[in-house]
């Protein structure tokens, strides 16, 4: 168990429908990373969320967005959904950076989009 | 930009057999680090190895082996002795100290009884 923990496991819905999956880190953790699994793109850094703040954004799509409470949770927020969304989405969490800590994975959320 | 090649899409071996899963990146950084993460059928991403660029020991964990050369900036990882357990896809990670890690494109290996 890596103490990430991801919410709900598997999210079946219709296209242009929106989603949330919900993640929280490790116990200690301020930092939260949001990545995309598909089979075509692999797999694919889309924001951080370091205490709060947004730290860092990589290939996500303006219909995504994401936030980071005061708890640290965070929620990655997908709306008018395509068939092309569905992927398995992961969140890690770290302390700060990757460097200074091994990194842990959630066990993702699989989203299939119908 | 950063880069991550894992230039073996897929690996078959019987049990008992050692395999070698090949990592070559690129960084302009002269800090970074490195993992090598194993993704089984069951979709978890576990956390295998971290290695700094600094360090150019080997590292070995058990049947797990970890060939660290920043001359040829590789960082391969061989499983000795394969076990069918070890079935899975292996990604090979960067992170050059800020943004996120960047992931190779994963080789699945499969270990035949």
């Known amino acids: 168990d890596s103490g990430v923990t991801q919410t709900p496991k598997h999210l079946i819905t219709a296209t242009g429908q929106r989603v949330t999956l919900r993640c929280s880190p490790r116990?200690?953790?301020?930092?939260v990373y949001w990545y995309q699994q598909s089979l075509d793109q692999g797999l694919q850094f889309l924001i951080q969320?370091?205490?709060?703040?947004?730290?860092a954004k990589g290939n996500i799509l303006e219909r995504f967005s994401a936030q980071q409470f005061p708890d640290l949770h965070s929620e990655l927020n997908l709306s008018s959904l395509e068939l092309g969304d569905s992927a398995l989405y992961f969140c890690?969490?770290?302390?700060?950076?990757?460097?200074?800590?091994?990194?842990?994975f959630g066990q993702g959320t699989r989203l299939t989009v119908v | 930009a950063q880069k991550v090649t894992q230039a073996q899409t897929e690996i078959s071996v019987v049990e008992k057999e050692d395999v070698t899963l090949d990592c070559v990146y690129e960084?302009?950084?002269?800090?970074?680090?490195l993992f090598w993460y194993k993704q089984p059928p069951s979709g978890e991403l576990v956390f295998l190895i971290r290695?700094?660029?600094?360090?150019?020991q080997n590292e070995i964990s058990g049947r797990y082996s970890w060939n660290f050369q920043k001359s040829t900036s590789s960082f391969n990882f061989t499983i000795t002795a394969s076990q069918v357990v070890d079935s899975a896809v292996y990604f090979c990670?960067?992170?050059?100290?800020?943004?996120?890690?960047?992931f190779g494109s994963g080789t699945r290996l499969q270990v035949q009884p």
């Open positions: 890690a969490s770290s302390v700060s950076g990757f460097g200074n800590t091994e990194a842990f």
């Open positions: 116990s200690g953790d301020l930092s």
């Open positions: 969320y370091y205490n709060g703040e947004e730290r």
């Open positions: 960084t302009r950084d002269t800090t970074y680090y």
């Open positions: 290695r700094n660029s600094f360090d150019e």
């Open positions: 990670a960067l992170y050059p100290g800020r943004r996120a890690l960047t």
